[in-house]
Each structure stands twice: as C-alpha cells, then as structure tokens.
C-alpha cells in the first residue's frame, strides 16, 4: 500500500457519505430537468472547458512563445552588430598593415589616455604588466568601447585579453579586463 493510499484512504472514508448524499441529490436534479436543459447544460460545459483551455493554457503559451521569439531576434540582431563590429576591426587592421604607423610600446599610455578621452571613456584602473598594459572600465559604453579597440588596432596596438561583463544599464558595460600591448 502506498503512502499516498494510507494518507487518502482515511479521508476518503469519512467523505464517502457526504459525496454519495451530493451525488444523488445532483442525479435527480439532472433527471428532474427537461431534455432541452440538459442539452443546454452540456454545451455550457463543452464551451466552459473549451474557454479554460484556450485562456489557461493556449493563450499564455502563445504569450511566452512570442516573448521567446522575440528576444532570440534581439539576441539575433546584437551577434549580427558584434560580428559586423569585428569585420570592421579585422579591416581596420588590415589597412594599418598597410602604412599606417604602429605604436609603440613607450607611447601606449598617451594613445590610451587620447582615445579614452576622445571617446569620454573613463579608466577605472591602468596597470602596466611586462610589455603589456591592463585597463579596467566600470562602466562603459558598448559603442565606445568598439570603437576605442578599432582605433587601437588601427595604430597597431594588440588585444591580447579582453573581459566584458554586462551592467544593469542598457548599451553599458563593464570591462574587467583589457590587456594590450604595442605591436612593435
């Protein structure tokens, strides 16, 4: 016997009079109406278990579809910008190869300090590692910050380590950790 049958079974039994009192009360008040009632009555429930199905379930399922749908095209759209951003980059790069002059390693702070400023970008931390050096944003803008690494590949400089966290802010990111160093 299973749990559920020794909680029930207790239950049950104590209920057995009141229900079978119901049931027949209910039998000889539906035999007690007309057949065109009855008839009337049926098709109240049809449409009463149709109505709960289409607005308890049908309904809210198409709901949490459409919402679904529509955040796999946002999510869509933002891998369509990034990877647009990253052609854009790669083509930068390809250009710098071809005359523009590279930074070198004892200029990467006053290039870094320009451009963040150009792109009012604020540098919550800068620290040089080996030939490297590590910037941290707390918040910045996507589209600056896109713009801030195309402008640096563009002079040469190498991403060697880059570490987005999104922010509770809309377009805004926090940047834990860019690590870059002169190509020279």
Known sequence: MSVMTKVTAPVMQRMQPTITKYQGQLTQRWQGLQEREQRLIQVMAVMLVAAILWFG??????????????????????????????????????????GVQAVRADQLNS????????????????????????????????????????????????????????SNTTGVVRVRRLQIRAAG
């Open 57 to 98: 379930i049908w309904q809210p399922l198409n709901e949490r579809e459409a919402r679904a749908q529509m955040q796999l095209q946002g999510q869509y759209e933002t891998q369509r910008f990034v990877a647009q951003q990253i052609s854009q980059v790669l083509y930068a790069r390809a250009n710098q190869r071809q």
């Open 111 to 166: 290039v870094v300090n320009q451009l963040t400023g150009q792109l009012e970008l604020e540098v919550s931390r800068s620290q040089p590692q080996n030939e490297s050096l590590v910037l941290v944003f707390n918040e910045a803008q996507f589209n600056a910050l896109l713009q801030f690494i195309q402008q640096l590949s563009e002079r040469g400089v190498v991403i060697e380590n880059l570490d987005v966290a999104e």
